[in-house]
């Protein structure tokens, strides 16, 4: 029951977020501060990670190659399928669970265990729609961030099989086009904009309701982490069901 409970009170909190709006001015500030916080303060590590696993899924990709029948196309085909449908879209944004999420978790938490939350609703202001409206808009520019995951990682596993004589440039290209569906693309950004509406929301539910100290803070992180990654592999599930069947 405490789930369901639980489950009843987050559709609540995205109801309440959305009515008896913050004035246009603050809000756009919020908006920019939260854009710099979740999507620009990301894309180092995004980068870092799609580029280096891209490369590591050629590498893997050609080292399991041994029958000489198969084409050395393949590793471009793999490659692109691999970080196209599922890296960069599904498994980024397990790791952006833990970076954002914890992030919005923390800070979300701290200003309630110091009652600033309180302090703004004394004031008469909607805090939801204060804290967690800036949020969402600021996560909607994530789809930007997982095409630069896309075409960095593709860029890894490029330069990986090619520079590590694994195939040829014109090799990997043709396997890099090699029926290639458009779908797909748009496929990764459709469940790409729903993870970055959950990425947003569930750990601003579990920031903002939390009760205690510093000490639950950081176990509020924790587990926004746990049920962020649980709700967008579950989500994941679904939509390749409903989208690639």
Same mark, same amino acid.
């Given at each position: 029951?405490?789930?369901?409970?639980? %489950?009843?009170?987050?559709?609540?909190?995205?109801?309440?977020?959305?009515?008896?709006?913050?004035?246009?001015?603050?809000?756009?500030?919020?908006?920019?501060?939260? %854009?710099?916080?979740? %999507?620009?303060?990301?894309?180092?590590?995004? /980068?870092?990670?799609?580029?280096?696993?891209?490369?590591?899924? /050629?590498?893997?990709?050609? &080292?399991? =190659?041994?029958?000489?029948?198969?084409?050395?196309?393949?590793?471009?085909?793999?490659?692109?399928?691999?970080?196209? =449908?599922?890296?960069?879209?599904?498994?980024?944004?397990?790791?952006?669970?833990?970076?954002?999420?914890?992030?919005?978790?923390?800070?979300?938490?701290?200003?309630?265990?110091?009652?600033?939350?309180?302090?703004?609703?004394?004031?008469?202001?909607?805090?939801?729609?204060? =804290?967690?409206?800036?949020?969402?808009?600021?996560?909607?520019?994530?789809?930007?961030?997982?095409?630069?995951?896309?075409?960095?990682?593709?860029? *890894?596993?490029?330069?990986?099989?090619?520079?590590?004589?694994?195939?040829?440039?014109?090799?990997? &290209?043709?396997? =890099?086009?090699?029926?290639?569906?458009?779908?797909? %693309?748009?496929? /990764?950004?459709?469940?790409?904009?729903?993870?970055?509406? &959950?990425?947003?929301?569930?750990?601003?539910?579990?920031?903002?309701?939390?009760? *205690?100290? /510093?000490?639950?803070?950081?176990?509020?992180?924790?587990?926004?982490?746990?049920?962020?990654?649980?709700?967008?592999?579950?989500?994941?599930?679904?939509?390749?069901?409903?989208? &690639?069947?």
């Amino acid at each position: 029951m405490t789930y369901l409970h639980d %489950i009843g009170k987050y559709f609540l909190m995205i109801k309440e977020t959305f009515v008896k709006p913050t004035k246009g001015k603050v809000l756009r500030v919020l908006i920019f501060k939260e %854009i710099d916080d979740l %999507i620009i303060g990301s894309l180092g590590i995004v /980068a870092f990670i799609s580029f280096f696993v891209g490369g590591v899924v /050629a590498i893997q990709t050609a &080292l399991n =190659l041994t029958n000489p029948i198969i084409p050395k196309e393949l590793i471009g085909f793999a490659s692109r399928q691999s970080v196209i =449908l599922e890296f960069a879209p599904t498994f980024l944004s397990i790791i952006m669970a833990g970076k954002v999420g914890s992030f919005i978790t923390s800070s979300i938490g701290t200003m309630r265990v110091t009652e600033q939350i309180d302090a703004l609703e004394v004031m008469g202001i909607n805090s939801l729609n204060y =804290l967690v409206f800036p949020k969402i808009v600021a996560m909607c520019f994530y789809p930007f961030v997982i095409a630069i995951a896309m075409f960095l990682g593709i860029l *890894g596993a490029y330069i990986a099989a090619v520079y590590g004589g694994f195939t040829t440039a014109d090799q990997f &290209l043709t396997g =890099l086009k090699d029926d290639f569906i458009p779908f797909h %693309i748009s496929y /990764a950004f459709i469940k790409t904009f729903i993870f970055s509406f &959950l990425l947003a929301t569930i750990p601003s539910f579990h920031g903002f309701y939390m009760r *205690g100290g /510093a000490l639950e803070v950081g176990k509020a992180s924790t587990t926004s982490f746990v049920w962020t990654s649980v709700s967008i592999i579950v989500v994941n599930y679904f939509i390749t069901q409903m989208l &690639l069947s």
